[in-house]
């Protein structure tokens, strides 16, 4: 089999397992190209190269793409939802697609604990004070001015305990802050972990974080019936996706001062439009440019994610594996 890789395995490791399971790997990564493949250029490369299959990160892989290319033995995702193809299309063509889900939970757990932190200690403020020279005589002014809170102690709780939401849970235990979570869809078995309900969640949590895919029935969930709840120092982060926060009720909470603080790295329009900036740009508002999941580490994780999924599913005949996403392929080979 031939497999065009678009996406980045810049880990030679990586790379040379995938070389081993398959007859030939076609490495075309689209970072050189200096953004991703549009979909009249990676149909062209699947043309020029006369690949099998694909891996890709970010390319464009839309109806028409999959239409020209309907023989694909398999096209892998290196990305926890893969939003980048016409899944419709590639089930209905009997293409298994594969995905990387918690490639950037580590990262995103990490910058999501450093972020709450910075808010808790005033970090950024007490930085801008220093930077302006401000420190007279008196030595205690900034202990005085600055002090804020240990995360230890603090109750946190998840909107969504996937991956992203699991990893933050296992780190915050050990400071250690107490874990609640909402999800309808599972159950953690540690019994550190409380699984509530979101009127709960949002009333008692010291932080409330969110960590929901975008589907029809998360798109807006979060609302005013839900941020009106959040006690005046809680700290409201959204790391995983803007859409699934009302925009103008979030507004209303940051411009009103009905919150300690809020961490936020997604945005409504990227780049962001007027309303973006209005929050962006709050001084409650610790605004990160949609960077939690970037780290050199992430594209290392998806590659060797996405080669277990193949060895798994073409070598070790393995059809039940959770990362095979549209599994009622299944029925049509």
């Given at each position: 089999?031939?497999?065009?890789l678009?996406?980045p395995?810049?880990?030679?490791?990586?790379l040379?397992?995938?070389?081993?399971?398959?007859?030939e790997v076609?490495?075309?990564p689209?970072k050189?190209?200096?953004?991703a493949?549009?979909?009249?250029?990676?149909?062209?490369?699947?043309?020029?190269?006369g690949?099998?299959?694909?891996?890709?990160?970010?390319?464009e892989i839309?109806?028409?793409?999959?239409m020209?290319n309907p023989?694909?033995?398999?096209?892998?995702?290196c990305r926890?939802?893969?939003s980048?193809i016409?899944?419709?299309?590639?089930?209905e063509l009997?293409i298994p697609?594969f995905?990387?889900?918690?490639?950037?939970?580590q990262?995103?757990a990490?910058m999501f604990?450093?972020n709450?932190?910075?808010?808790l200690?005033?970090t950024?403020?007490g930085k801008?004070?220093?930077?302006?020279?401000?420190w007279g005589?008196g030595?205690?002014?900034?202990?005085l001015?600055?002090?804020g809170?240990e995360?230890a102690?603090?109750?946190v709780?998840?909107?969504g305990?996937?991956?992203?939401?699991q990893f933050?849970a296992?780190m915050?235990?050990?400071f250690?802050?107490?874990i609640?979570?909402?999800d309808?869809y599972y159950?953690d078995p540690?019994?550190?972990f409380?699984?509530?309900e979101l009127i709960?969640?949002?009333s008692?949590?010291?932080?409330v974080?969110i960590?929901l895919?975008v589907?029809?029935?998360t798109?807006g969930m979060?609302?005013?019936?839900?941020?009106?709840?959040?006690?005046e120092?809680a700290?409201f982060?959204?790391t995983a996706?803007?859409?699934?926060?009302?925009r103008d009720?979030?507004l209303?909470?940051?411009?009103?001062?009905?919150?300690?603080?809020?961490?936020l790295?997604v945005?409504?329009?990227?780049?962001p439009?007027e309303?973006d900036?209005?929050m962006?740009?709050n001084?409650?508002?610790l605004a990160t440019?949609?960077?939690?999941g970037a780290?050199?580490?992430?594209?290392d994780?998806h590659?060797?994610?996405m080669?277990?999924?193949?060895r798994?599913f073409f070598?070790?005949?393995n059809k039940?594996?959770?990362?095979l996403?549209?599994?009622?392929?299944?029925n049509?080979?």
């Open positions: 089999m031939k497999v065009l678009t996406a395995y810049e880990n030679e490791r990586a040379a397992e995938l070389e081993l399971l398959f007859e076609i490495y075309k689209w050189p190209h200096g953004r493949y549009s979909a009249n250029e990676l149909s062209d490369l699947l043309q020029q190269t690949a099998d299959a694909l891996i890709s990160e970010h390319d839309s109806t028409d793409v999959l020209k023989n694909l033995a398999f096209v892998g995702i926890g939802t893969p980048n016409d899944l419709t299309t590639a089930t009997g697609v995905n990387t889900p918690a490639r950037n939970a990262a995103v990490e604990i450093a709450v932190i910075s808010v200690r005033h950024i403020s801008e004070w220093l930077e302006g020279k401000n005589e030595a205690h002014t900034s202990y001015n600055f002090k809170n995360l102690g603090k109750k709780g998840m909107v305990f996937g991956a992203v939401g933050i296992r915050l235990v050990n250690p802050s107490e609640y979570y909402f309808p159950t540690n019994p550190d409380k699984k509530v709960e969640l949002f008692t949590c010291d932080v974080a960590h895919p589907t029809p029935e798109t979060i609302d005013n019936k839900y941020l009106s709840l959040l006690k120092d700290i982060v959204n996706r803007a859409s699934v926060v009302n009720d979030l209303t909470i940051i411009e009103e001062g009905k919150v300690r603080g809020v961490v790295d945005f409504y329009n990227e780049p439009d309303i900036y209005k962006i740009l001084k409650r508002v440019p949609h960077i939690a780290t050199h580490e992430v594209e994780h590659a060797f994610i080669n277990n999924n193949l798994e070598h070790n005949g039940e594996i959770k990362q996403v549209n599994k009622s392929v299944l049509k080979n």
